[in-house]
């Protein structure tokens, strides 16, 4: 789909009277900005006297221990939201993995989430973009209006998961990719199924009107700079305004599709610019279309959001029993926080040693906390108990292959029987990302020249991960040292636009030497140390909430 068809023009509807953003402001409100953006969480209400349950749907997968009915209307809500980006911009929806859908755990609050991110305070939940993509919520948070709220934070990190799954050859500017994630993240949920999108977030008032703190030029660049708090908000709160100025009004439509595809296609900054008129008028245009008493939005019906089937199930007594040890296992962690995790699910699945379910969290444990041995035991017990477990067999795999990376093995045949696993997974399932990345990556673990076959495994991963931060810097390596600039570009140059910092003067060093040297230059810099352990080695989970994850492969 072009950029142009992906970025069209919606139909529009009109929001009640805007209630005084310009007032908030001036009050000097201030949204509660968390420093670790990748953040979630959703509006469950508690209930006493619940279950585990796991609901499961086209593109999501919720653990919560809630009563069966709220965990189905919250995933199908979901769902209804996931439809209405689809509908907005015209976007197929293409069959996935069962394992690349988002697994969102719900525990009981904040301090829960935070439990989980030690050294995070402000942490209300958080999502982690990698192979099989996961997110953590506490069932209730804050509604005010001037502070994000807890859905609202959900439904701007699942916009970017959105975007970078669907729109994956497009590079974005900060600004649109921050501002579309805000137009949609105050979806506004009717009674009919219907939602409202493009509702002014008045928690983004600040932002929205203090446009001197980041000029409208610096804004639109793709690379904005350094950021303090304050810009942060404004790029945010401009983002959203233009964003919603160029999807509503007339006198603008196609401006918007026309800058990205100059960007997309090289030209120059100032050229892609050109494309919006009147760049140096346009704050003052913002301003004057951000004082409107009423807004335009776009409500979609719910006969337009017509979902699937949402299938909710009641956990079964072994595998409601290992759940607090997984999750935090997969919220990931680093080896000194994965001891204390391994002995709880020692004791957790000690009652069910012919469980599947309890053994793989028990593997999965003891594998974070460098126990491989143990690892690969709980493993096989798993497959024991269910032959077909992916689980089970990357688990396995990894076990097998920690341990001979450990001992210095180099013997082929030890490493045909690691990849053996990862090779029946990908059996299983074909468009699984995991098992591919992990066949790849063993070659590197093994002192090996990854073959064709192996390149080509991680290439098809992160075709079906796009969103893999990790993934996406991985398959950039893989193209040059193809020597394919083009794609090498395409996997790479997302990661440059990030509005969070981390990273992203790193990638936009190696993109300048790619654009300028050539393949092979910006390979040597990647290879790097002082950038391989920025950018080639970082964990796809880190993105999530600043933590470190112990491994990239969590499953």
């Not at 502070?147 to 497009?170: D, G, R």
């Not at 793709?222 to 709160?237: A, E, I, M, R, S």
């Not at 390596?477 to 140059?493: P, S």
Request: hydrophobic share 45%.
């Amino acid at each position: 789909m072009s950029i142009r068809t992906a970025l069209c023009d919606p139909v529009q509807t009109r929001l009640p009277p805007n209630p005084a953003l310009r007032t908030i402001a001036a009050r000097g409100t201030k949204p509660m900005f968390r420093k670790a953006l990748l953040l979630c969480a959703c509006l469950i209400p508690g209930v006493a006297h619940a279950e585990w349950q796991e609901a499961s749907s086209r593109h999501f997968v919720l653990y919560s221990n809630d009563k069966p009915d709220r965990v189905r209307a919250f995933t199908t809500k979901l769902e209804r939201f996931d439809k209405a980006l689809r509908v907005q911009r015209g976007m197929p929806d293409e069959p996935i993995s069962p394992e690349t859908r988002l697994t969102v755990y719900v525990v009981d609050d904040t301090d829960d989430v935070q439990k989980l991110v030690r050294g995070q305070e402000n942490v209300a939940g958080f999502y982690a973009p990698r192979a099989h993509p996961v997110a953590f919520v506490p069932r209730q948070s804050g509604t005010a209006k001037t502070v994000l709220t807890a859905q609202q934070i959900l439904l701007h990190e699942y916009t970017h998961h959105f975007m970078l799954s669907n729109w994956t050859n497009v590079a974005f500017p900060a600004w649109f990719v921050e501002g579309f994630a805000e137009f949609n993240a105050t979806a506004i949920f009717g009674d009919d199924g219907g939602i409202t999108l493009g509702a002014p977030p008045q928690y983004r008032a600040f932002g929205i009107f203090n446009a001197n703190m980041l000029p409208i030029r610096r804004v639109l660049s793709p690379y904005p700079g350094h950021l303090n708090p304050d810009q942060t908000n404004v790029l945010y709160g401009r983002g959203w305004l233009l964003t919603h100025y160029l999807t509503f009004e007339p006198s603008r439509a196609g401006q918007l599709s026309a800058y990205i595809a100059a960007i997309n296609d090289g030209k120059p900054v100032a050229t892609a610019m050109r494309e919006l008129k009147d760049v140096d008028k346009l704050d003052r245009v913002l301003d004057k279309y951000a004082e409107q008493s009423r807004l335009p939005a776009r409500t979609l019906t719910g006969t337009a959001l017509a979902v699937g089937e949402t299938t909710v199930r009641a956990l079964t007594a072994a595998e409601a029993a290992v759940m607090p040890a997984r999750i935090r296992s997969n919220a990931g962690v680093n080896r000194k926080q994965a001891q204390p995790i391994a002995m709880l699910a020692r004791r957790l699945a000690a009652p069910y040693p012919q469980d599947a379910a309890a053994q793989n969290v028990l593997a999965e444990a003891e594998y974070d906390a460098g126990n491989y041995a143990a690892a690969e035991a709980a493993a096989d017990r798993a497959l024991a108990a269910a032959p077909r477990s992916m689980h089970a067999m990357i688990y396995k795999g990894m076990a097998m292959g920690a341990m001979a990376r450990a001992a210095k093995k180099t013997d082929a045949a030890i490493w045909s029987a690691v990849r053996r696993w990862f090779q029946v997974a990908n059996k299983v399932d074909t468009e699984d990302p995991l098992p591919l990345t992990l066949f790849y990556e063993s070659f590197a673990d093994a002192g090996q020249v990854p073959s064709k076959n192996a390149d080509a495994a991680l290439l098809y991963a992160y075709a079906l991960a796009p969103y893999d931060l990790g993934l996406r810097m991985q398959a950039g390596r893989v193209y040059l040292q193809q020597g394919n600039a083009a794609e090498a570009r395409r996997a790479i140059v997302p990661l440059a636009y990030s509005a969070h910092g981390g990273d992203a003067n790193v990638v936009q060093q190696l993109l300048a030497t790619l654009d300028q040297k050539g393949t092979a230059a910006a390979l040597a810099l990647l290879d790097r140390p002082d950038t391989r352990g920025d950018a080639k080695d970082r964990p796809a989970g880190a993105t999530g909430a600043g933590h470190e994850p112990s491994d990239p492969k969590k499953s």
